[in-house]
């Protein structure tokens, strides 16, 4: 029963915040026309195109270095074999070191 109110009310802040968003003027325009007028701005404009050029700049970055990564892994998926077959004594070592590691700061907070 308490979900439901809490639902109700809800809906109601949301019902609320679009009515005045769409109708209360705040000086010459309301807020959802205050939004509109700065998302049109040549500042945003601006940002958004540098935004999705630095984002194509990393895919670029990402998307070189991946396919070495799938090689890797195809090489280590061979039938009958498991994975732990290609670990070294030291890659081992530093496996162990790093779960003791890890179980003795579990301990301290315990």
Do not use: C
Not at 11 to 17: E, I, K, P, S, T
């Amino acid at each position: 029963m308490f979900k439901l109110i809490k639902l109700f009310i809800g809906v109601v802040g949301l019902g609320a915040f679009v009515w005045y968003g769409l109708t209360v003027p705040l000086g010459e325009r309301t807020l959802f026309g205050h939004l509109t007028a700065i998302g049109a701005s040549r500042e945003s404009q601006e940002l958004v195109r540098g935004t999705k050029q630095k984002v194509g700049d990393l895919k670029k970055r990402i998307g070189a270095s991946e396919p070495a990564k799938v090689e890797t892994a195809e090489k280590a998926e061979k039938p009958g074999e498991s994975p732990q077959e290609h670990l070294t004594k030291a890659d081992r070592k530093e496996i162990r070191h790093f779960i003791d590691s890890a179980r003795a700061k579990v301990a301290k907070s315990n």
